[in-house]
């Protein structure tokens, strides 16, 4: 397994492994903590997993978490999904940068998504099982959502929408996020 810097969003990996193939199908390791911690990252943060499925053109996102914020390790574990973070951390570097990826059950890619950094994903496969690894207990008292199809992101989701939660639809946009988050 490798890690790889994510140049458009300060401190995010893509962690990829070495899938090991013959004819029964491929095996591979999917976390490692002595990989994690070759970047700077304690592996022994993370402290819930969980899981969600997802059909074909449902979107997911984009959410963050206000507080101290929530990282996370994302990956498609069956399926493809594109999935977007947006980093929202205004000391970072990357303020702002948007950066996109496709991860796959094939690859079995994990991508470490920074506390402050929103996040969504679309699924492209008709199911995608998308697992998460998250430093905190989750708390939906500090659940924010930004509009998915907000303008200033102009994010290129590849599908039309079939489905999302009402709190996806109904979400602000970036811009009175930021405002909220100032006052």
């Given amino acids: 397994?490798?890690?790889?810097?994510?140049?458009?969003?300060?401190?995010?990996?893509?962690?990829?492994?070495?899938?090991?193939?013959d004819e029964r199908g491929f095996f591979c390791r999917?976390?490692?903590a002595d990989v994690v911690r070759s970047v700077g990252l304690d592996p022994d943060?993370?402290?819930?997993?969980s899981v969600s499925r997802s059909a074909r053109g449902v979107l997911r996102g984009l959410h963050l978490r206000s507080g101290a914020g929530e990282a996370k390790l994302v990956r498609c574990s069956y399926g493809r999904i594109f999935d977007v973070v947006v980093d929202l951390r205004p000391d970072s570097p990357t303020y702002r940068n948007m950066a996109s990826f496709e991860l796959s059950?094939?690859?079995?890619?994990?991508?470490?998504?920074?506390?402050?950094?929103?996040?969504?994903?679309?699924?492209?496969t008709?199911?995608?099982?998308?697992?998460?690894?998250?430093?905190?207990?989750?708390?939906p008292a500090e659940d924010v959502t930004i509009r998915f199809d907000d303008p200033e992101l102009a994010i290129p989701w590849p599908l039309p929408v079939t489905s999302m939660s009402q709190r996806d639809r109904e979400a602000p946009s970036l811009t009175e996020v930021l405002k909220q988050k100032e006052s």
Avoid: N, W
């Fill in 1 to 21: 397994m490798k890690a790889i810097a994510v140049p458009e969003i300060s401190g995010a990996y893509l962690f990829e492994p070495t899938p090991y193939a």
């Fill in 30 to 32: 999917t976390f490692d």
């Fill in 45 to 49: 943060t993370f402290i819930q997993d």
């Fill in 105 to 124: 059950g094939e690859t079995q890619t994990t991508l470490y998504i920074p506390a402050g950094c929103a996040h969504g994903f679309q699924a492209l």
């Fill in 126 to 139: 008709e199911t995608a099982d998308t697992s998460y690894r998250i430093d905190r207990p989750h708390d």
